[in-house]
């Protein structure tokens, strides 16, 4: 299956994209589709140029592999965690919902609420990450100061599909040292910006670019992507 015809059939597949919709194209992808696919662009110079161009390493810890980007309607990214334990990354939500399937190994997403304060103290600095139009990079911008409190926390295993929507706030954490994959799938978005919480200072209002890698690297990463899967 060539990218184009892959594109083809996630639009025709994802025309209404809901939570049924995304759920029955995860489970199509998880029964060889998604093999299928990246077996043959691991052969196609053109098709690995292309997806390496807009794949790279996301501040959250994981290499983000676009491998469809149609947003703001939608976008299939393939998400691989490295094999070491990371502490969490800082908490945020996302302009849009989502939905995905665990591929391999296990991780963990806390899940929280925020109250925001002007109180000052051991409180977490409020930021608005703001997307370019296209996507290709962010800015942030200090909106004050939150308090976080954990109300839940969903241990991803192999198998599992999950489902997060645009005003839940979580970030991620993994404990052990064993590989992890996932395939997610992207709900229309209406709006270029999230909230970002954190207790490191982050820089604002300097446009930070997505730095993608090469086509030989990504390969690489989907070869090892293919022997554990």
Same mark, same amino acid.
């Given at each position: *299956?060539?990218?184009?015809?892959?594109? =083809?059939?996630? +639009?025709?597949?994802?025309?209404?994209?809901?939570?049924?919709?995304?759920?029955?194209? #995860?489970?199509? #992808?998880?029964?060889?589709? #998604?093999?299928?696919?990246? !077996?043959?662009?691991?052969?196609?110079?053109?098709?690995?140029?292309?997806?390496?161009?807009?794949?790279?390493? @996301?501040?959250?810890?994981?290499?983000?592999?676009?491998?469809?980007?149609?947003?703001? $309607?939608?976008? =299939?990214?393939?998400?691989?965690?490295?094999?070491?334990?990371?502490?969490?990354?800082? %908490? @945020?939500? @996302?302009?849009?919902?989502?939905?995905?399937? /665990?591929? !391999?190994?296990?991780?963990?997403?806390?899940?929280?609420?925020?109250?925001?304060?002007?109180?000052?103290?051991?409180?977490?600095?409020?930021?608005?990450?703001?997307? #370019?139009?296209?996507?290709?990079?962010?800015?942030? !911008?200090? !909106?004050? $100061?939150?308090?976080?409190?954990?109300?839940?926390?969903?241990?991803?295993?192999?198998?599992?599909?999950?489902?997060? +929507?645009? *005003?839940?706030? @979580?970030?991620?954490? $993994?404990?052990?040292?064993?590989?992890?994959?996932?395939?997610?799938?992207?709900?229309?978005?209406? /709006?270029?910006?999230?909230?970002?919480?954190?207790?490191?200072?982050?820089?604002?209002? %300097?446009?930070? *670019?997505?730095?993608? /890698?090469? +086509?030989?690297?990504?390969? $690489?990463?989907? %070869? +090892?992507?293919?022997?554990?899967?």
């Amino acid at each position: *299956m060539t990218l184009a015809e892959f594109e =083809i059939l996630a +639009s025709e597949k994802l025309a209404t994209n809901d939570e049924e919709t995304r759920d029955d194209f #995860l489970r199509l #992808l998880n029964a060889g589709l #998604l093999r299928t696919f990246i !077996n043959n662009l691991t052969r196609s110079q053109a098709e690995l140029d292309k997806i390496a161009s807009r794949s790279y390493y @996301h501040n959250n810890g994981f290499f983000k592999v676009l491998l469809i980007d149609k947003r703001p $309607k939608y976008s =299939i990214r393939l998400h691989i965690w490295p094999e070491h334990p990371f502490q969490e990354c800082d %908490v @945020h939500n @996302h302009p849009w919902g989502m939905s995905g399937l /665990v591929l !391999n190994g296990s991780y963990e997403w806390p899940i929280y609420t925020l109250e925001r304060t002007q109180e000052e103290g051991g409180l977490f600095g409020l930021y608005e990450c703001r997307y #370019l139009k296209d996507y290709s990079g962010h800015s942030f !911008n200090k !909106n004050g $100061k939150a308090t976080l409190n954990e109300v839940d926390n969903m241990c991803m295993q192999e198998g599992d599909i999950f489902r997060l +929507s645009p *005003m839940q706030y @979580h970030s991620v954490k $993994k404990d052990n040292s064993e590989p992890a994959d996932s395939i997610v799938i992207t709900d229309n978005s209406e /709006v270029l910006s999230a909230d970002v919480i954190s207790g490191r200072s982050i820089s604002c209002n %300097v446009v930070l *670019m997505n730095a993608p /890698v090469k +086509s030989a690297f990504l390969r $690489k990463k989907l %070869v +090892s992507f293919m022997d554990r899967s």
